[in-house]
Each structure stands twice: as C-alpha cells, then as structure tokens.
C-alpha cells in the first residue's frame, strides 16, 4: 500500500485518467474529490461490499407452476 500525505487542495494522480482531490478536512474527516472516466465505478466501501454481497447470493429463482 502505497501511504501518501496532501494538504488541502492537493492532488493525487493515479495512471493518466484518475486524479484524487483534497476538498477539505475537519477534525477526522477527509473530503476527497474524484475524477475518474464513466468507465471506472467508485464507491464507497461499504457500498461496494454490499454490490458484492448482493451480486454474490443465490437468488431465489421461482418456478413456475402449471
């Protein structure tokens, strides 16, 4: 993991595409700005463990009855 420090208003560029943004902090929290292409999905991380619980579970396939 690579750990990196920015003051506010300073950036972080990952490849050619991403640029990460300091908009502000307060106390513990750190306000990021990202620009990433349409292409890339962000999340946050408990959104994206919840995208893959949900993809990841057996769905309930109903059959139909005749």
């Known amino acids: 993991m690579l750990v990196l420090s920015r003051k506010k208003d300073e950036k972080i560029i990952i490849g050619d595409k991403i640029t990460l943004m300091v908009?502000?902090?307060?106390g513990d929290?750190?306000?990021?700005?990202?620009?990433a292409p349409k292409d890339v999905t962000v999340h946050r991380e408990e959104v994206y463990e919840a995208i893959q619980r949900e993809t990841d579970a057996p769905?309930?396939?109903v059959?139909?009855?005749?």
């Open 23 to 26: 908009i502000d902090i307060r």
């Open 59 to 61: 769905h309930d396939a």
């Open 63 to 66: 059959e139909p009855t005749n």
């Open 29 to 35: 929290k750190v306000r990021l700005g990202i620009d």
